[in-house]
T-cell receptor
Framework: AQSVTQPDIHITVSEGASLELRCNYS??????LFWYVQSPGQGLQLLLK??????LVQGIKGFEAEFKRSQSSFNLRKPSVHWSDAAEYFC??????????FGKGTTLSVSS | KAGVTQTPRYLIKTRGQQVTLSCSPI?????VSWYQQTPGQGLQFLFE???????NKGNFPGRFSGRQFSNSRSEMNVSTLELGDSALYLC????????????FGQGTRLTVV
């Protein structure tokens, strides 16, 4: 079955420390991959996307993600976390013209 | 460029009632999708409309329906509300190309009492 796994439900990172959020997908081919962020009570904001080409993609707010076909992974990274990054992060994928399939999300807390 | 607009932002309804939610996509976007978000089930796809035609449908009962107008605005209707329908309903719009990302509105928080 097509699915997205975000193994970490909750992560706490110190402000200024680096961050990596994990995402694995299950799909028969290479899908389009996305990371979204959601602040409490808000909608989803697109951080970055991978459609094809360079496997390291840059997004907004200093985030980047690396697509690894052999591991079916699309992990999100940030070198230095800011308190304002505290939110819930969702990994998602789809194929052209199909609905997005989301992971369950990872809640990021930032400690001072 | 205005983003995706969902109205109303908050709604409280009683069991058995029906509700209609509205979504205005980004100007020029012809695809509108609806998702339900709950703490237990996460984000689940309801349906997608493209040029007034339902293109994809998720696994929800027939009480959940939608439509899209010629100006690409979309409405979602839920009839005979149940307590379990309490959720954040998110609308997303996509451009005309198949190879595009989805942009989400801020959602409508529906509470069924």
């Amino acid at each position: 079955a097509q699915s997205v796994t975000q193994p970490d439900i909750h992560i706490t990172v110190s402000e200024g420390a680096s961050l990596e959020l994990r995402c694995n997908y299950s799909y028969g081919a290479t899908p389009y991959l996305f990371w979204y962020v959601q602040s409490p009570g808000q909608g989803l904001q697109l951080l970055l996307k991978y459609f094809s080409g360079d496997t390291l993609v840059q997004g907004i707010k200093g985030f980047e993600a690396e697509f690894k076909r052999s591991q079916s992974s699309f992990n999100l990274r940030k070198p230095s976390v800011h308190w304002s990054d505290a939110a819930e992060y969702f990994c998602a994928f789809n194929q052209a013209g199909t609905a997005l399939i989301f992971g369950k999300g990872t809640t990021l807390s930032v400690s001072s | 460029k205005a983003g995706v607009t969902q109205t109303p932002r908050y709604l409280i309804k009683t069991r058995g009632q029906q509700v209609t939610l509205s979504c205005s996509p980004i100007s020029g976007h012809r695809s509108v999708s609806w998702y339900q978000q709950t703490p237990g089930q996460g984000l689940q796809f309801l349906f997608e409309y493209f040029s007034e035609t339902q293109r994809n449908k998720g696994n929800f009962p027939g009480r959940f329906s939608g439509r899209q107008f010629s100006n690409s605005r979309s409405e979602m209707n839920v009839s005979t509300l149940e307590l379990g329908d309490s959720a954040l309903y998110l609308c997303a719009s996509r451009g005309t190309s198949m190879n595009t990302e989805a942009f989400f509105g801020q959602g409508t928080r529906l509470t069924v009492v």
